[in-house]
């Protein structure tokens, strides 16, 4: 089992740049594939990027060119580096897990693992 937790989030200006992390508890990061996902008042939770345990990568077209997954499994970290923020992109942002062996997917509900979620607010 896997804990996340979130951090990163604030209030940033139209065009700014904000990174969020989070951090996995466990011995076994290396063994999940990663996603972060999204979530606007009165909206569904919407993918955002994912990066499996060997790097691979997609994101939502919403935010492709502007988003960067990342992660670092010497510190059991996951990142999401967000450029050129526009005011859709507010939402509280959720860090996921899923199990390597079970595959890659943007499906929020099969992930396995969710962290509490940071709030990002990008003003106009």
């Known amino acids: 089992q896997v804990q996340l937790v979130e951090s990163g989030g604030g209030l940033v200006q139209a065009g700014g740049s904000l990174r969020l992390s989070c951090i996995a508890s466990g011995r076994t990061f290396n063994s999940y594939n990663m996603g972060w996902f999204r979530q606007a008042p009165g909206k569904e939770r919407e993918f955002v990027a994912r990066i499996s345990w060997g790097d691979g990568t997609a994101y939502g077209d919403s935010v492709k060119g502007r988003f960067t997954i990342s992660r670092d499994n010497a510190k059991k970290t996951v990142y999401l580096q967000m450029n050129s923020l526009k005011s859709e992109d507010t939402g509280v942002y959720y860090c996921?897990?899923?199990?390597?062996?079970?595959?890659?997917?943007?499906?929020?509900?099969?992930?396995?693992?969710w962290g509490q979620g940071t709030q990002v607010t990008v003003s106009s």
């Open positions: 996921a897990a899923r199990h390597s062996h079970k595959g890659v997917t943007t499906a929020a509900e099969r992930y396995d693992y």
